[in-house]
């Protein structure tokens, strides 16, 4: 084998550590009858001529020699030369979105000739992996489908083969391969997309080895309109995990350390660890890409992750709290059942699997109720140790933030608790705005007691968190604070500035002692912060004072202080109305604007009193713009009553939307969206209706 590598001047090629004439002996390790060779052998394939995903001549000058190592029957690990090829390939890559080291534009057009020599030669000789879907190595035939869906550019081809290749493939693991490949083709070539399904419907009544959960994930891709019903989806699923869990033995322990110190044999055994004991790992990633390609299909999704938070098996339940948090931030339905599970699993699980379901619980807040008990009973049986700083990464901290997160008095004991001397959460100010004013004032003494500490040490930590709950709890100690924190020497000093002007801001006529502070301040610097906390401590004495900074930042160059100065404007209300041809100008002007500062525009015009029909264009704009402006919007709406009625289609649009309003489809992973505005939208949405019914 390798006829011919000796007869290139590997000397005169590069890779990314300089001239390849290490790479005759790389690639002659693929070959090898040790697997850790082979393995060093690959990873420095990956180090060099494909360093970070990086094409050079010598990557080029190796590829009739991977395909000679990946066709040639008896060698091992041939499946890892496959995926190789595949990455070399680029699938597609835009030159323009790689990151080029050089402004050369002589080295760039060079480059991209080298991509796409690259790409040719992958493509010209994809032909060749065709016969390997009946490879005798089970670990061949589980690359080579998705790598002929990529490569070979013979779409009709690919899918026949793929089709031919399901009633005789015996391994179970290969035939999920061929199911996940022909999702994949139908995503990639539409046209085929019917054909496709007509193969992968087969196997959805194929039971045994995961072929029906493999199926279903491949046509919810390309073929949605191919799915069995919502439930039916949901069953069959939940059944196959179920039987593969069953059948299956523990994930063995992977080795103390990788089998070699390559970056291929950490990544395996970090993935060993990660599912060391789990039965069928497979089957758990492989339902969490059906979570994904079922979309907006919500009725399956919530059925799936409420049949697998209920799983007789750990690592089922540990996937689903994961999803739960993603599913109930990022799309309406049905979620009583499911939180009510988390809770359960939040009192009564493992530590681990414990504090994992409470935190998802604390992120989804404002529907937290029907886990409220199990959370509170959680509470009431302490934290086993006293509390420590970093109480909020325990089970117990994260019982109880999820339950002051929905603003529950049995929270109370345990964050007085917490704050004397904890980790105070950003969220603090958020909770207690969810509690009976009566309630949240019961935590003023630990929150004084706090604040006072704090300042008497000379120290800004947490200062946002604790003013702005004291601005809830205890008001007249959150003015008498944050003229402490304003009195503050150096960078703390400088750290608690905004967040004690923005609490004065917020307390208004609460604010009237820090006046001579404010005024002093404004002389010093006429910033929108300041401008509009010495509204709130001053009122219509100090008009003049607050209306020239705020004017000043409306005509700023950088959006973020326009953005500053609009927010002001809004809380001076009224009061600024000669500002209002100003903000008429910004209106007239959107693209100077960008899309942050469009919500603060259309608050700041409605509250300052610009008439309905230009606040309305406004709020549309806003609106469009960007998604996190639209609970703000909805607000402005409800309070117009019936003259919001041109805001009624885009309303009912949302509402009928299986989408959280924050929910772009953009994001992966374990993104969590803003649950409790999307709920305060939403009644702001139901308000507009009934207003506008008439």
Known sequence: MLIGIDDIDWTALQHAYGDASDVPE????????????????????????????????????????????????????????????????????????????????????????????AEAEVTSRAGSLLPLLADPDAGVRRAV??????????????????AARLPAEPDASVLRAVAAALGELGVREPRLAAAVADALEALVGRPGGGLPLAALTALARCAPDHLPAPDVTARLAAEEVRAAVAAAPPAPEPPPSGSTDTMIGYLRGLRGRHTAGARAPWATELL?????????????????????????????????????????????????????????????????????????????????????????????????????????????????????????????PGLAEVLRYGHVPGELPEWLGRMEPGTAALLA??????????????????????????????????????????????????????????????????????????????????????????????????????????????????????????????????AAAPLLPALRGLAARPEELGAWPTGALARALWRVGGTPEETLSATFRAWDQLRDNRPDMAEIWAGMGSAAAPAVPLLRAELASPRRHDNDGAARGRMRYRIAEDERLLGYARTVLAACAG
Do not use: K
């Not at 599970?341 to 989804?364: C, F, H, Q, Y």
């Open 26 to 117: 790389m690639l002659r390790g693929l070959l090898s009858a040790h697997a850790d060779e082979r393995e060093r052998a690959l990873d420095a394939l990956y180090g060099t001529v494909h360093h970070q995903g990086d094409v050079h001549d010598s990557t080029v000058a190796c590829l009739p020699f991977l395909f000679e190592i990946a066709t040639t029957p008896g060698p091992e690990g041939r499946g890892e030369v496959v995926e190789l090829l595949r990455s070399i390939h680029g699938d597609g890559r835009d030159p323009e979105e790689c990151d080029f080291w050089s402004d050369d534009e002589e080295e760039y057009a060079r480059w991209c000739g080298l991509l796409a020599r």
């Open 145 to 162: 489908p998705r790598a002929l869906v990529q490569l070979l550019p013979d779409p009709e081809a690919v899918r026949d083969a793929l």
């Open 288 to 412: 969490g890409e059906l979570h994904i390609a079922l979309g907006d299909r919500v009725e399956a999704r919530f059925a799936l992750v409420t049949d697998q938070l209920g799983s007789t098996a750990r690592e089922q339940r540990r996937a689903a709290v994961d999803m739960a948090g993603a599913l109930l931030t990022g799309w309406r339905g049905p979620h009583a059942e499911p939180v009510r599970l988390l809770g359960e699993l939040a009192s009564r699980a493992d530590p681990v699997l414990a504090r994992e379901a409470a935190g998802t619980l604390r992120n989804l807040a404002v529907i937290g109720a029907p886990a409220a008990e199990a959370l509170a009973e959680r509470v009431a049986r302490g934290p086993g140790l006293p509390p420590q700083a970093r109480w909020h990464e325990t089970s117990y901290g994260e019982a109880l933030g999820a339950l002051a997160a929905q603003g529950d008095r049995r929270a109370v």
């Open 445 to 574: 003494p630990a929150l004084t007691a706090r604040l006072t500490s704090m300042i008497r040490a000379g120290r800004s930590s947490f200062a946002e968190a604790l003013l702005g709950a004291a601005a809830v709890a205890a008001p007249e100690a959150a003015a008498e604070a944050a003229l402490g924190y304003l009195g503050l020497d150096g960078q703390a000093r400088v750290r608690a500035r905004g967040p004690a002007l923005r609490v004065l801001a917020r307390l208004g006529d609460g604010a009237a002692p820090a006046l001579p502070v404010l005024l002093r301040l404004a002389g010093e610097a006429g910033d929108p912060e300041t401008a509009a906390a010495l509204w709130a401590a001053g009122g219509p004495g100090v008009t003049g004072r607050v209306l020239e900074p705020l004017a000043a930042g409306l005509g700023a160059e950088r959006w973020q202080d326009r953005h500053e100065a609009l927010r002001a404007v809004a809380l001076v209300g009224p």
